[in-house]
């Protein structure tokens, strides 16, 4: 059971509190109901499914009850930092090298 | 001659001679000692032979003294409903009573009828399943399959339940040791010592690992295996540190998350009733130290499955730490130095060895000239091509590895050692990569993933000094990282001689080359040898994942500990590649086989899932309801009558409701309080219909999409104020509605002040419907004025009704005119029973979910999830009207103008008539257009949903049909297994469709 740091707790707690919440930093378009049909499928359908580094969402379902976002490395499921929701997306050569992780695999967050 | 068994020598072993446990095998009566394991015992009173292999059905003895064991498999049982088949012999502890039967044999086990599965063996080579039994294909169903797995297979599983409790805790530390040998005791003691908290678990009854059978390591100026008790000893009694025994860590997980099962009670005699069986640790460690130890291998040669031939190891822990011979005339067949001690040892207990046969041309000088000293002829160069005897091994035949005359030695066992293979089990189950260490030829734990670290033998430490040199250091060093200010630990431990670990071979042995027909075991217990390893590779399986799928080498539940490695050395050779370029394959949980009952655990039963019951179970109950598990909710589904049959129950409920009136328990409705003064600008893009102008005291229908433009929930929402509003959803879609809102007002729209609270199980809700509904509530309401005009169709008050707080609802799932009464929880058991009192002499009836959904049925009312199913959007459903048409934006709106959203032709939601008059549909049931196509014909769509209306005295359904709007008064066709039934296309209306009921 993987442990999961919840930014707006500030603690680390067990998966089964969780909820993953799909790929992070994919924001509703403002404009939605005047976008192509190709816009939309790249907003609604496509996902990046990285092996390696991923951005996603989760939620602290059974705790605080708030969305943040993860980097994790979806090879070794390492959470390599979490972050408030809203907050930009970090660097991740910081946050790997913070947390002593290897990504030189894999590196497929655009 | 001792009590406890024959081959039982006077002044071995550590266990004491008068504590005598009797016990059965296959019903007759054996006498063991206090601490024997039953292959301990078995062999004491010389029965090597314990069951019969899984394929060939060939006699198999006892080939290890620990966990590893592949053969010797037998089941235990202590009641008809406690039989637990494939228990390993050397694992099991005997108690008073304890009752074991051999596996796998009939009618018994000297003369079993399936060993005939030896002699036809040439057709039973690996993959000769998918190669044999491929025709005819309805044959591998009805014939083969059922033959095949009656005639493989080990133990047999009761029948009954599983009476025993399991426990379960979870528990953290700083570091957690596995394996309770010399390695796992030091660094133990070194942590422990720095002040850290430690967990340290060992498989076995008492720690020690291989200081039990190595009878010249000395620690502290004492003999080894009293330093380990002395050891132990010290750990026990400290505060910070947890001791389990008899626990085995099978599964390690992310983030040093590491299952361990203990086990109770399994070596009781008379466990107490109230025990755990089994108790399962759930360990989140700071640090993991991996003290796993090696497990020796078995030469490979033939027939070398032959009972009483068995690994040194194990024949020198039974001599040194049971005190039991396994034999008198014991042959040695070796290619590395460990086997020389325990011939030794046997050779000074009394019993005769005939030679000691090594693969090696000079093997240790010192060890060769010991074995003069003490009269054995050690042949260096030769082999055992192969073993004689069947039920018990008779003799060794030993070549010159370069050929020459055979010489056939008699024994009546023949202990054996290729070698030690470092433990890497747990390290690989963490993740951590293993890497090929060309000069031992092993695996050793190459990088590491997670914070953990091996040390002593599973590390490929070798020798006695250096690893407790590697313990003391490791052990220090974690505890140092969980505190940094930890103390230097006061361990020191003097180091005596002790046995090497290193050196040995793989692969099969001279006389199981290529090309020779034997059988030469590698995997026993799932009956592999090297010929079918090669013939993998023959037949093409060039990757080991192949060719361990295509053997099934060590896939049993032994997961392959003796046989990977030679399995792999067999097929590199066959291949032509160095080892590591063939690779391993994964180890993966549990280490050895793992009870259901531990990993249930407490969720059985009962407590499997959660039980949700509404405020007024109890009095649905005692009216007579049925119940039906609705998600985790038992909902009442009808309240038959003296004499009733379902059928009758829900047409009597029907009837009623329409005719006078019915109550109905909606309290499972998913409920959710939005609150804040966005909360009307909120909820208007949450759902397709507009919320800005509802007024207060309004009720809206409502219609929530996903982005995609299909129908994910619907409700109805009642506005209480400006800025509150009581929304429902379905039963089911409570939580994920709530997430779906928390969502869009968390990340999407994190500027609009509202607040989301699940109000689910707060209310219960009474449903009263029918013509008589409002002098039925009438009498219990205050605060509302219940009249038409001031009160009509889709309205909400709060008030009070029996005097407690109440939201009432005017509203109608049924097409009659009725309320929902909302009051909080625990006061709905009290107006529930006071409406009854009421209603039921005015001829009120209580109704379930099935006249529920008849009669939302008649009405075309659709249920999200049964008339929908992901891919349906409100025009498909026919509910247009529920968007807001000046509405720029809610969730969906883009997703509705996507090409295939607005395309003619989608299913679409119709009513169906069943022509005939009488038939009911099948829900789920396949619409065609023309019946006498050619099969497989075209599917245009499938009934939802269907009933008999006793209401319309017809049968009625709805159906997603492709292009349905346009097929209004059409024929189509359900073909059903006994015949076609021809349906006409309507309106989903089927009862008052002018709607005037729901005024009345």
């Not at chain 2, 399991?166 to 003691?189: E, F, K, P």
């Not at chain 2, 091509?385 to 010159?400: D, F, I, N, Q």
């Not at chain 2, 009725?818 to 039921?840: F, H, L, Q, S």
Request: aromatic letters at 8%.
């Amino acid at each position: 059971m993987l442990l999961i740091h919840c930014p707006y707790c500030g603690e680390e707690r067990p998966e089964l509190e969780f909820r993953h919440a799909g790929e992070a930093h994919i924001a509703r378009p403002e404009n939605i109901a005047e976008i192509s049909d190709e816009d939309f499928a790249h907003y609604f359908f496509y996902r990046d499914n990285p092996k390696g580094v991923t951005f996603e969402r989760w939620r602290h379902m059974h705790g605080c009850g708030r969305f943040f976002n993860a980097v994790r490395d979806s090879v070794s499921d390492k959470f390599l930092t979490t972050y408030k929701a809203g907050e930009p997306k970090p660097d991740i050569a910081d946050a790997a090298n913070e947390n002593q992780i290897n990504t030189s695999k894999g590196q497929g967050a655009k | 001659m001792s009590a406890a068994g024959a081959n039982r020598i006077a002044g071995a072993g550590r266990l004491t001679p008068a504590n005598t446990v009797r016990f059965t095998f296959d019903g007759k009566s054996y006498t063991g000692l206090q601490g024997d394991t039953l292959a301990s015992a078995l062999i004491a009173n010389d029965v090597h032979l314990v069951g019969r292999s899984f394929k060939y059905h060939r006699p198999r003895g006892i080939l290890s003294a620990g966990p590893e064991e592949p053969s010797a498999l037998v089941g235990v049982r202590r009641d008809a409903s406690r039989h637990t088949p494939n228990i390993r012999a050397t694992v099991q502890e005997i108690h008073d009573g304890l009752d074991a039967v051999s596996q796998n044999r009939w009618p018994s086990l000297t003369f079993d009828i399936g060993a005939l599965n030896d002699i036809g063996s040439p057709m039973f080579s690996a993959g000769f399943y998918y190669k044999t039994f491929m025709w005819p294909k309805a044959a591998w169903k009805h014939i083969y399959e059922p033959v095949i797995r009656n005639a493989a297979g080990l133990g047999v599983a009761p029948k009954e339940a599983d009476p025993d409790n399991y426990a379960a805790r979870y528990v953290h530390c700083d570091v957690l040791v596995i394996g309770g040998g010399v390695a796992g005791l030091t660094a133990a003691l070194s942590a422990a010592e720095s002040g850290a908290r430690v967990i340290l678990c060992d498989e076995n009854a008492h720690p020690g690992g291989a200081l039990r059978f190595e009878g010249e390591a000395r620690l502290d100026g004492m003999a080894g295996h009293d330093w380990a008790v002395q050891a132990a000893g010290r750990l026990a009694a400290m505060d910070n540190v947890r001791l389990l025994t008899r626990t085995t860590a099978f599964g390690y997980y992310a983030q040093n998350f590491v299952g361990l099962v203990e086990r109770v009670t399994d070596h009781l005699a008379a466990p107490e009733p109230d025990m755990p069986r089994e108790r399962v640790w759930q360990v989140r460690a700071g640090k993991v130290i991996i003290a796993a130890g090696a497990i020796e291998r078995h030469m490979v040669f033939a027939n070398n499955d032959r009972p009483g031939i068995m690994l040194a190891s194990a024949a020198r822990t039974y001599l040194n730490h049971y005190g039991v011979a396994v034999g008198r005339k014991v042959g040695v067949y070796t290619a590395n130095d460990s086997a020389y001690g325990a011939a030794f040892d046997l050779k000074r207990a009394g019993a005769d060895i005939p030679a000691i046969v090594d693969l090696r041309d000079e093997p240790d000088a010192g060890l060769v000239e010991e074995a003069g000293v003490l009269g054995i002829r050690v042949l260096t160069g030769h082999a055992v091509t192969g073993a004689g005897g069947k039920l018990r091994v008779a003799s060794m035949s030993v070549e010159p590895k370069k050929g020459g005359r055979t010489e056939v030695i008699p024994v009546d066992a023949l202990i054996m050692s290729a070698g030690w293979t470092p433990s890497v089990h747990m390290f690989s189950q963490s993740r951590g990569k293993v890497a090929w260490d060309e000069e031992t030829g092993r695996f050793l734990p190459g990088t590491y993933a997670q914070e953990c670290a091996s040390i002593g033998a599973c590390n490929g430490t070798d020798g006695l000094e250096a690893t407790v040199n590697e313990a003391l250091a490791v052990g220090e060093a974690a505890a140092k990282a969980a505190h940094p200010k930890a103390k230097k630990p006061s361990v020191a431990i003097s180091v005596g001689s002790a046995g090497k670990w290193a050196g040995g071979m793989v692969g099969a042995g001279p006389g199981a080359e290529a090309g020779k027909v034997v059988k030469a075991f590698v995997d026993f217990q799932n009956d592999v040898t090297a010929k079918d390893i090669r013939l993998a590779v023959q037949e093409g399986m060039h990757s080991i994942e192949h060719v361990k799928r295509f053997t099934t080498n060590g896939m049993a539940t032994d997961q392959g500990k003796l046989s990977n490695l030679h399995g792999l050395a067999i097929a590199a050779e066959a291949l032509d590649k160095p080892i590591p370029k063939v690779g391993l394959t994964t180890f993966r949980p549990p280490y050895t086989p793992t009870t259901f009952g531990a990993i249930v655990n407490h969720a059985r039963g009962k407590i499997f899932d959660p039980m949700r019951r509404t405020p007024m179970h109890a009095a649905e109950a005692a009216a007579g309801a049925v119940f039906e598990d609705v998600g985790q909710w038992k909902r009442a589904w009808y309240y038959p009558r003296a004499g009733e049959d379902m059928h009758a129950a829900v047409n009597r409920e029907c009837r009623t409701v329409r005719e006078v009136a019915g109550m109905f328990d909606a309290s499972t409705l998913g409920k959710i309080e939005v609150v804040g003064p966005d909360a009307a600008k909120f909820l208007n893009i949450l759902y397709t219909n507009p919320f800005l102008k509802l007024g207060v005291g309004r009720l809206r229908y409502g219609i929530m999409c996903r982005e995609d433009g299909f129908i994910y929930d619907d409700g109805v929402v009642g506005r209480l104020a400006e800025d509150r509003f009581h929304v429902t959803t379905t039963t089911g879609g409570a939580p994920r509605v709530l997430h779906h809102m928390e969502d869009y007002l968390q990340t999407e729209f994190p500027d609009l002040k509202v607040w989301l609270t699940s109000t689910s199980e707060q209310w219960a809700v009474i449903a009263v419907q029918g013509p008589k509904a409002r002098e039925i509530v009438e009498p219990f309401v205050e605060g509302i004025d219940l009249s038409n005009e001031a009160f009509p169709h889709m309205s909400v008050a709060e008030g009070t009704v029996c005097g407690v707080p109440a939201r009432v609802f005017r509203m109608s799932f049924t097409g009659e005119a009725g309320y929902e009464i909302n009051v909080p929880a625990d006061y709905g058991r009290m107006v529930w029973d006071a409406i009854y009192e009421r209603g039921a002499p005015m001829g009120m009836c209580l109704y379930g979910t099935e006249t529920m959904h008849v009669l939302r049925a008649e009405k075309g009312y659709i249920i999200v999830g049964q008339d929908t199913d992901g891919t349906v959007t409100p025009h498909d459903a026919g509910l247009s009207w529920a968007i807001g048409k000046k509405k720029t934006d809610f969730v969906g709106v883009r997703g509705l103008k996507r090409p295939d959203l607005v395309a003619e032709g989608r299913r679409q939601l119709v009513g169906l008539k069943v022509k005939d008059g009488k038939s009911v549909l099948e829900e789920g049931a396949q619409i065609v257009d023309n019946p006498k196509q050619a099969i497989p014909m075209k599917m245009i769509g499938w009934v939802s949903s269907s009933y008999w209306s006793e209401n319309c005295g017809a049968p009625i359904a709805m159906a997603l049909v492709e292009n349905g709007h346009n097929r209004m008064g059409e024929t189509l066709y359900v073909p059903m297994p006994d015949g076609v039934i021809e349906v006409e296309v309507c309106g989903t209306v089927f009862f008052d469709e002018e709607g005037g009921r729901l005024h009345g």
